[in-house]
C-alpha cells in the first residue's frame, strides 16, 4: 500500500495525482544535477583502480549529494516509473512491424517452389497475422556497405561547412576544390608571419566585420586573421580594452590590430577601437599570445613613489597570502595611503556573525606580515565585491572623505584579483566625472590572468561641500528601499534555497547627471547639441574639463610566483575559479592517507594519533580524490589521464606541458577544538584546506601543487567555524553531506 502511495496507484490501481506529484517533485530536486553512476558511461581506466581509491568524486558523487535511504528510495521510484513506462508504450502505442526473412531463407523457399512445380504440386504457405501492422508490403534491400568508399573526415566536413557560409553570402565564386587550395595557401603564409598564438578555433572567419570601422571590400577573406604591416609605425593611441599602444607591426606584441582595420585610421576612429587580443578574450573568450616582460611591470609602477597619490591595493579573498606582491613596499613612498580592499567577499560563506570583521582582521594581518608596510600607512579597509557591487558605495565614500581630491588613484595588485572589474565598476559611480562617463572605454574583463598590460585611467570627480551633501541624501534616500530589497531576499531564499537570494550585493547609484533641464545642449535636435559636436564620441583628455582632474588609474597587474593561474587554459581557468558562493566540504582525513583536489593539489596526512576534519574551499567543478599514502604517486600518473581529475584537461597534447607536483616543507598544527579549525593549508589558486585536529594533538602535513607553487600554512584559520556547519557523515564514505549550501550573510 505504501508503494503504491508513493507510486501514485490507489488500492484499486487506479493513478492518484498527489503520489505521482511527489515523485516528480522528488525526481526534479534530487535528479536535477546528480547522474547515477549507474545510468552513465564511466571511465574504465577509473574503474580499474577502483579498489585503491578511498573516495572519488567521479565515481561517489551521487551519495554525497543526496543521502543513502533517500537515495535508495529514489532509485527505485526510478525503476518502477520506468516500467511503468514501457507498460504504457506497449499497452497503447500502435506497433509498426513486418515480417522480414533473411536471405539464406529467401532462397531456400526459392529452390523448394521450383521443385514442386516440376513434380506438378504448389503448397499453399501459411498467411502471417500482424495485429497492429500498419505496412501493407515489403522489400528487401541490400544494406552492405562497400568497404572501398571512405567517410568523410571531421576537418573534411567542417572545411565544406565554411566553404557554404562564404558561398552563400557571395564572397566567392570558386568552385569546392579551388577553394580548398586557396585556403591552404593562405594558412601556409600564415603559418610563418601574421598569425598570432593561442586558442584560434574559438574564434569565427568573420570576426573583423565585428568592427564598425572594417571595410569588407579591402579584405582579402581567405587570410581570416589579417595580415601585419613590419614597416607601419605605431601609433600613440592606447587600446581601451588593455592599455597598450595600437599597431600593425606584429601580432606577437600587445596593442595589435591587423592592417585591414589600422590602416588609413584617424586617431578619433582609433580611439573607439581595442586591440586584437582584447577583442578575443571579451567576445570570444580566446587568449592570445603576446610577448610581455614580467619585469616591465614594477618599472612601470615605480611613478608611484615620486609622486603625490593613494593606491587601492586589491586583494583576492580566495587566494591570499598567494595573490599579496611581497615586493609592495619599493613602488610606495613612505607616507602614501593605502585603502586596502578584500575583493570577492560575495564568494566566501559565512561561518559565524562576526564573520566579516575576521575576514578584515586576517587581510590586515596579512598584508602587514608578508609586505611589511605600517599598519599607520593603511588608512581603511573594506571588503567589496566588484562583481555584485557590494561595498562599493563605501569604498567612494571613504575615498571622497579621507582622501577627497588631494592627487591620483592607483588601483594595484596582482593579475586576476579583480582590478580592472573595479576600475570598471567606479566609472559607473559617483567616483566618475560625470562628463566621461559615457566616453572612457572600459577595461577588458577575462579569467585570463594579466588582461591590462598598461596604464587605463579615468578623471575623478571633485567631491565638493556640495556635492558630498547630495551623495548622502541619495543614500539616505535608498536605504529603506535596501533594507526591502534584504528583507524580500532572505524570504525568498528560506522559500526556494536559490543560492542567488544569499549573495553579498548591493546597487551602485548615481547622484548626478550628464545634463540638467536648463542646459541648452540637453536638447538632442539643437544645432550646438554635445552629441554633434566633432570628436565628443570619444573621449579626448586635452579638453577644459579635464586639465586640472585627478585620474584613477587602472595598473598591469603584477605576476606572482605562487600564482599557478598562468599554468592553465582559459577553459581550465573557467573550472578553476569560483563563480558563486563555496560550498564547503568537510571529509575525514586519517594518517597515512592522500587527498587530491583535482590534478592540481595534494595533501599529505603523515603522522598523527587520530584522524582529523578537512574542509576544502574550492571551485564545485574541483573534484575531491582520496587515496593511501602509498598508493598516491601511482594514482596520481593513472587518473591524470582519465576524466577524474576535470582539471587539468585530459588532452595527451596538453599533459605534455602540465608540470609535475613538487612538495612544500612539512607543516605541523595543533587542535585547539573539535569544532573550531586552526589553519588554512592554501594551495595557490586553486583554494585551501582548513584543518581541525582533535583538541591538543598534533597533526604532520605535506602539500603538494605544480612546481612548488604557492603552499602556505595560514594560522589562523579563514573561516574556523564552517567545520561546526557540516551535514550528516556519509556511510562508506570519508565525506560529510554538504548540509547548509549558503548562508544569509546580513
Not at 99 to 112: F, G, M, P, Q
Amino acid at each position: 500500500m505504501r508503494l503504491n502511495r508513493l507510486f501514485g496507484l490507489s488500492r484499486y490501481g487506479v493513478r492518484c495525482n498527489s503520489g505521482l506529484r511527489e515523485f516528480r517533485r522528488w525526481h526534479a530536486i534530487s535528479y536535477k544535477n546528480v547522474e547515477l553512476t549507474s545510468r552513465r558511461k564511466l571511465d574504465a581506466a577509473v574503474l580499474a583502480v577502483r579498489d585503491k581509491l578511498l573516495y572519488c568524486d567521479y565515481l561517489d558523487s551521487e551519495n554525497v549529494q543526496i543521502g543513502f535511504r533517500k537515495r535508495k528510495t529514489l532509485e527505485k521510484l526510478q525503476r518502477e516509473e520506468e516500467e511503468r513506462k514501457r507498460y504504457e508504450e506497449i499497452a497503447h502505442k500502435p506497433v509498426f512491424s513486418v515480417l522480414l526473412s533473411n536471405s539464406s531463407t529467401t532462397n531456400k523457399e526459392k529452390v523448394d517452389s521450383h521443385n514442386e512445380e516440376e513434380c506438378g504440386t504448389t503448397t499453399k504457405e501459411k498467411p502471417v497475422h500482424m495485429p497492429y501492422a500498419m505496412v501493407d508490403s515489403y522489400e528487401m534491400t541490400d544494406s552492405t556497405v562497400s568497404n572501398d568508399a571512405e567517410e568523410p573526415s571531421e576537418e573534411y566536413d567542417s572545411l565544406y561547412d565554411r566553404y557554404l557560409k562564404v558561398k552563400t553570402s557571395g564572397l566567392t565564386e570558386l568552385n569546392f576544390e579551388d577553394f580548398v587550395e586557396t585556403m591552404e595557401k593562405s594558412v601556409d603564409c600564415l603559418s610563418t608571419d601574421g598569425k598570432p598564438q593561442g586558442e584560434l578555433w574559438k574564434v569565427p572567419d568573420n570576426w573583423m566585420t565585428d568592427y564598425e570601422q572594417f571595410d569588407d571590400s579591402l579584405m582579402n577573406w581567405y587570410a581570416r586573421y589579417g595580415t601585419p604591416d613590419p614597416d607601419s609605425k605605431v601609433s600613440s593611441v592606447p587600446c581601451g580594452g588593455c592599455g597598450a599602444l595600437l599597431h600593425c607591426r606584429d601580432p606577437a606584441i600587445p596593442g595589435y590590430l591587423p592592417s585591414e582595420l589600422f590602416s588609413s585610421k584617424n586617431t578619433n576612429e582609433l580611439k573607439s577601437m581595442t586591440c586584437q587580443r582584447c577583442h578575443f578574450l571579451k567576445f570570444y573568450n580566446a587568449a592570445l599570445e603576446v610577448k610581455v616582460s614580467i619585469e616591465d611591470y614594477p618599472r612601470l609602477l615605480k611613478v608611484i613613489k615620486s609622486r603625490k597619490c593613494a593606491i587601492i591595493l586589491i586583494i583576492d579573498l580566495t587566494d591570499f597570502p598567494c595573490c599579496i606582491w611581497p615586493d609592495l613596499k619599493t613602488i610606495l613612498h613612505p607616507f602614501t595611503p593605502i585603502f586596502l580592499v578584500g575583493n570577492k567577499v560575495d564568494l566566501l560563506p559565512k561561518d559565524c556573525p562576526s564573520f566579516l570583521k575576521n575576514v578584515k582582521q586576517r587581510l590586515m594581518d596579512a598584508v602587514i606580515d608578508i609586505t611589511g608596510v605600517k599598519r599607520e600607512n593603511i588608512t581603511h579597509v573594506e571588503l567589496t565585491s566588484a562583481k555584485t557591487g557590494y561595498g562599493i558605495e563605501q569604498l567612494i565614500n571613504k575615498l571622497q572623505n579621507k582622501w577627497k581630491y588631494k592627487g591620483d588613484v592607483y588601483l594595484v595588485g596582482c593579475t586576476n584579483v579583480g582590478k580592472s572589474s573595479l576600475f570598471n565598476t567606479l566609472i559607473n559611480s559617483d567616483y566618475c566625472k560625470v562628463q566621461a562617463i559615457d566616453l572612457v572605454q572600459r577595461a577588458t574583463v577575462s579569467a585570463w590572468p594579466g588582461t591590462t598590460l598598461n596604464l587605463l585611467k579615468f578623471p575623478i570627480l571633485n567631491p565638493t561641500g556640495k556635492r558630498l551633501w547630495l551623495r548622502t541624501m541619495r543614500l539616505i534616500q535608498e536605504t529603506s528601499y535596501k533594507m526591502t530589497e534584504l528583507e524580500y531576499n532572505n524570504l525568498k531564499f528560506k522559500e526556494t534555497r536559490n543560492i542567488k537570494y544569499a549573495t553579498l550585493k548591493d546597487h551602485i547609484g548615481k547622484t548626478f547627471t550628464t545634463t540638467s533641464p536648463s542646459d541648452p545642449m540637453a536638447n538632442p535636435f539643437s544645432e550646438t547639441s554635445h552629441k554633434s559636436m566633432p570628436g565628443n564620441n570619444v573621449f579626448d583628455e586635452s579638453r577644459p574639463e579635464y586639465k586640472e582632474s585627478r585620474w584613477c588609474y587602472d595598473t598591469p597587474g603584477t605576476i606572482q610566483t605562487d600564482q599557478i593561474l598562468n599554468l592553465l587554459t582559459t577553459d581550465e581557468l573557467l573550472l578553476t575559479l569560483p563563480q558563486e558562493i563555496i560550498s564547503p566540504r568537510t571529509f575525514v582525513f586519517k594518517p597515512k592517507q592522500t587527498v587530491f583536489v583535482a590534478g592540481m593539489g595534494r595533501l599529505d596526512y603523515l603522522e598523527g594519533e587520530h584522524f582529523i576534519r578537512c574542509t576544502l574551499f574550492a571551485s564545485k567543478h574541483l573534484p575531491i580524490t582520496m587515496c593511501r599514502t602509498t598508493d598516491a604517486d601511482e594514482m596520481y600518473d593513472r587518473l591524470l589521464t582519465t576524466k577524474a581529475f576535470v582539471v587539468p584537461v585530459n588532452d595527451p597534447e596538453r599533459l605534455k606541458a602540465w608540470p609535475k607536483l613538487l612538495e612544500s616543507k612539512e607543516m605541523k598544527v595543533v587542535g585547539m577544538d573539535r569544532e573550531e579549525s586552526v589553519a588554512d593549508v592554501v594551495l595557490s589558486s586553486i583554494g585551501w584546506i582548513a584543518i581541525t585536529p582533535f583538541e591538543n594533538e598534533t597533526a604532520l602535513l605535506k602539500a603538494w601543487t605544480p612546481q612548488g607553487r604557492g603552499i602556505y600554512l595560514r594560522s589562523p584559520a579563514l573561516l574556523s567555524k564552517s567545520v561546526s556547519l557540516r551535514g550528516g557523515k556519509v556511510q562508506g564514505t570519508p565525506m560529510y553531506l554538504l548540509g547548509r549550501r549558503v548562508y544569509v550573510k546580513r
